[in-house]
């Protein structure tokens, strides 16, 4: 059973950093690309990131792009998403996420999801 | 960026009642690219409906999606007791990937 297990999420001041890392089981991690979706408290969901099989190719919202940085291990099957400049609009469970296909082509929409980490940005 | 507007916000049924759930699109949506998925509290999202219209892996058949134009319609035929949740569409036939804003099935 594909497995997506997040971690690294706490409680941070604006302005500080933190690093998520989403470990990954059950399939052939280096084959797929990788997301990253957050959900605000009592919001909808928002794409961040995604990062290509071999991670080669990244691309990022807006709302992130220049702060956040996302990269992979494909040795420890393990998704990172480095926050750093963190705003309290940056509060939110982040979500990692599996392209519905494999190889080269990002597909765009998720078949598997880790079960979350909450990140709170407060003073 | 494909704004996706659902409605309504929340839909207050009985269970066995249908259930009509919309996802409007500002643009087009390249190739039918739509998928739906169903979260419920505390829970990750899980996928239902991908390409519009076609079900994912072991989604009963209760569950259906269409599109017309710009506009896609999430139907759930005989609502169950685990179908009530919040449902999200997202596109990903552009960039950036978005999502709806949900629209929240409750028991009446």
């Known amino acids: 059973q594909v497995q997506l297990v997040e971690s690294g999420g706490g409680v941070v001041q604006p302005g500080r950093s933190l690093r998520l890392s989403c470990a990954a089981s059950?399939?052939?991690?280096?084959?797929?690309?990788m997301y990253w979706v957050r959900q605000a408290p009592g919001k909808g969901l928002e794409w961040v990131a995604v990062?290509?099989?071999?991670?080669?190719?990244?691309y990022y919202a807006d709302s992130v792009r220049g702060r956040f940085t996302i990269s992979r291990d494909n040795s420890k099957n393990t998704l990172y998403l480095q926050m750093n400049s963190l705003r309290t609009d940056d509060t939110a469970v982040y979500y990692c996420?599996?392209?519905?296909?494999?190889?080269?082509?990002?597909?765009?929409?998720?078949?598997?999801w880790g079960q979350g980490s909450q990140v709170t940005v407060s003073s | 960026e494909v704004v996706l507007t659902q409605s309504p916000g929340t839909l207050s049924l009985s269970p066995g009642e249908r259930a009509t759930l919309s996802c409007r699109a500002s643009q087009s949506v390249s190739k039918s690219r739509l998928a739906w998925y169903q979260q419920k509290p505390g829970q990750a999202p899980r996928l239902l409906i991908y390409?519009?219209?076609y079900r994912a892996t072991a989604i009963p058949d209760r569950f259906s999606g269409s599109e017309s134009g710009t506009d896609f319609t999430l139907t759930i035929s005989r609502l169950e007791p685990e179908d009530f949740a919040v449902y999200y569409c997202q596109q990903y036939g552009g960039s950036p990937l978005t999502f709806g804003g949900g629209t929240k099935v409750e028991i009446k």
């Open positions: 996420a599996r392209d519905i296909d494999y190889g080269d082509h990002l597909e765009g929409y998720f078949d598997y």
């Open positions: 059950e399939f052939t991690f280096s084959n797929y690309a």
């Open positions: 390409g519009a219209s």
């Open positions: 990062i290509s099989f071999d991670g080669t190719n990244k």
